[in-house]
């Protein structure tokens, strides 16, 4: 079975550099608002890296993905940049 996700960290880095304009800070709040009730500060995203972005982005698809019973789904460990919320 195929990796579900909307970005597939192989295909953004293969060829070229992985630049911030990958994942944007409001389609990095809008992934986390499926997540969580209180997302991270939109200033707080802009100090992340590209490989941190790419990381919490993937982690939130699946968690928002399995959250609708869908087994196929493999969850991951949350990223240390998101312990805090909830």
């Known amino acids: 079975m195929q990796r579900i996700t909307f970005y597939s960290p192989i ?14 800070v409001n389609l990095m709040q809008a992934a986390l608002s499926l997540v969580f009730e209180h997302i991270p500060s939109y ?3 802009l100090q992340w ?11 939130t698809i699946r968690e928002h993905f399995r959250a609708s019973d869908n087994p196929y789904i493999k ?4 990223p240390s940049l998101l312990q805090g919320f909830k």
């Open 11 to 24: 295909e953004l880095v293969k060829g070229r550099q992985l630049t911030l304009d990958d994942l944007p």
């Open 49 to 59: 890296t590209p490989l941190e972005r790419l990381l919490v982005y993937d982690w």
């Open 43 to 45: 200033e707080s995203i």
């Open 75 to 78: 969850r991951r460990l949350k």
